[in-house]
């Protein structure tokens, strides 16, 4: 285990703890009384740092665009309700309308309908928002060509110098696509005939992922979790079918990802609790060890 030094208060609880129980406990106290312990303790010394993935939400934020005759979904609008003023003289707040799926936002698997009969963001258990993260680093290869699709390779690549996705974890694609997020012509990145051009998922790595290994589900920088040539795959959007068919999520609109270890960190994205639900902008943020 990482941090065996670090552990100072939670191991003399661990050692009190062991000798008032003549030590027969002993697997069962450490189970109890390190892990918070030591997660608080390495928040309070610095050693663990938290990391914002999430991208401001202003009538800026870029929205996915479909091709007609599809209905579009409104972006983020703020509307100010007082500000210290004759409508509330000691109080600012506003009032927000946005879709389920605008900025960094949380895909539920009833968001597709190969997962119609699968949970929404309601019905999920609380557990299933926090995993470990494997960053796959694949800034490179998009900067050859933004269309990039991820496949099975490109997970197994990873896996050669990291070791096996771990069970529960969120597969997060680094592309350095974060760095455009508020400018939405360079996010959608139109090509000469206005078809978006970003990176992401496919068939080949949500069948794999989903069949062959155990994931909490799939994040990416970009406006989806799709690749944008995924409009075009048969079936349309492979990875969202694949992956929310077999009751994974999804997370898009990702900030700070390369400021991610390949592997190490553990993600948090909690959406809100919106009954029937389909997805839900999301504040995600990392627990990431400093070495
Ligand atoms: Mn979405």
């Known amino acids: 285990?990482?941090?065996?030094?670090?552990?100072?208060?939670?191991?003399?609880?661990?050692?009190?703890?062991?000798?008032?129980?003549?030590?027969?406990?002993?697997?069962?106290?450490?189970?109890?009384?390190?892990?918070?312990?030591?997660?608080?303790?390495?928040?309070?010394?610095?050693?663990?740092?938290?990391i914002d993935l999430t991208q401001s939400l202003s009538d800026r934020t870029p929205v996915i665009q479909l091709p007609p005759p599809f209905a579009d979904t409104p972006g983020f609008e703020k509307h100010l309700i007082s500000n210290f003023d004759e409508q509330g003289p000691a109080w600012y707040w506003n009032w927000f309308r946005?879709?389920?799926?605008?900025?960094?936002?949380?895909?539920?698997?009833?968001?597709?309908?190969?997962?119609?009969?699968?949970p929404c963001v309601d019905g999920l258990e609380a557990r299933q928002f926090i995993g470990p993260a494997a960053v796959i680093?694949?800034?490179?290869?998009?900067?050859?060509?933004?269309?990039?699709?991820?496949?099975?390779e490109t997970i197994l690549a990873w896996e050669r110098q990291h070791g096996r996705v771990p069970p529960g974890a969120w597969v997060i694609l680094r592309t350095g696509w974060g760095a455009r997020a508020a400018d939405a012509e360079a996010f959608m990145n139109p090509g000469a005939d206005?078809?978006?051009?970003?990176?992401?998922?496919g068939k080949d790595s949500a069948e794999f992922l989903t069949q062959e290994r155990d994931v909490l589900g799939v994040g990416t920088e970009a406006i989806g979790t799709d690749a944008a040539a995924g409009a075009a795959a048969d079936?349309?959007?492979?990875?969202?079918?694949?992956?929310?068919?077999a009751g994974r999520?999804?997370?898009?609109?990702?900030?700070n990802v390369d400021r991610l270890p390949a592997a190490g960190a553990v993600v948090i994205a909690a959406p809100l609790?919106?009954?029937r639900g389909s997805g839900s902008p999301v504040r995600a943020i990392a627990l990431v060890p400093t070495r």
């Open 98 to 118: 946005v879709g389920e799926h605008v900025g960094t936002h949380f895909d539920a698997p009833c968001h597709w309908i190969t997962g119609k009969d699968q």
């Open 273 to 275: 609790k919106i009954e």
């Open 1 to 50: 285990m990482k941090g065996q030094r670090g552990l100072g208060c939670g191991a003399l609880l661990v050692a009190l703890a062991v000798a008032r129980s003549g030590g027969g406990e002993a697997d069962q106290v450490r189970e109890t009384a390190d892990p918070l312990a030591a997660l608080v303790q390495g928040l309070a010394t610095g050693r663990l740092q938290v």
């Open 249 to 255: 999520f999804g997370l898009t609109q990702l900030a």
């Open 235 to 245: 079936p349309p959007f492979p990875n969202h079918a694949i992956m929310h068919g």
């Open 137 to 152: 680093d694949v800034t490179a290869e998009v900067r050859l060509d933004p269309n990039f699709v991820a496949t099975r």
């Open 194 to 201: 206005g078809t978006p051009r970003y990176p992401g998922f």
